[in-house]
Nanobody, 127 residues
């Protein structure tokens, strides 16, 4: 079993930056691919970014490419989502997810790929 806990959300203005953190515990963090998803009010949960367990591969949704960066520190069991140039449309609850992965380079963009989810952290971007 893996426990996933997000933190770092908050209220910011458009153009600001924010860094989300995701702590995973319970199993060998370095063997888990990680992903970030978000869900805005009235909308379906959507993919934001993913990283392989080695950190060598990353993948982003087109809507955040060039503004968001996913990273991880396996020694600290933490994954990060650095969000720059935030826009109002980035307002959502952000979720971190983990998936056991046999491949050091594979990334996963589908919600159904992930086994473990956090409770989410709210990010609100005002104009």
């Amino acid at each position: 079993q893996v426990q996933v806990v997000e933190s770092g959300g908050g209220l910011v203005q458009a153009g600001d930056s924010l860094r989300l953190s995701c702590v995973a515990s319970g199993r060998t963090f370095s063997s888990y691919a990680m992903g970030w998803f978000r869900q805005a009010p009235g909308k379906a949960r959507e993919f934001v970014a993913a990283i392989s367990w080695s950190g060598s591969s990353t993948y982003y949704a087109d809507s955040v490419k060039g503004r968001f960066t996913i990273s991880r520190d396996n020694a600290k069991n933490i994954a990060y989502l650095q969000m720059n140039s935030l826009k109002q449309e980035d307002t959502a609850v952000y979720y971190c997810a983990a998936k056991g992965s046999p491949s050091r380079n594979d990334v996963y963009a589908g919600l159904s790929n992930y086994n473990y989810w956090g409770q989410g952290t709210q990010v609100t971007v005002s104009s």
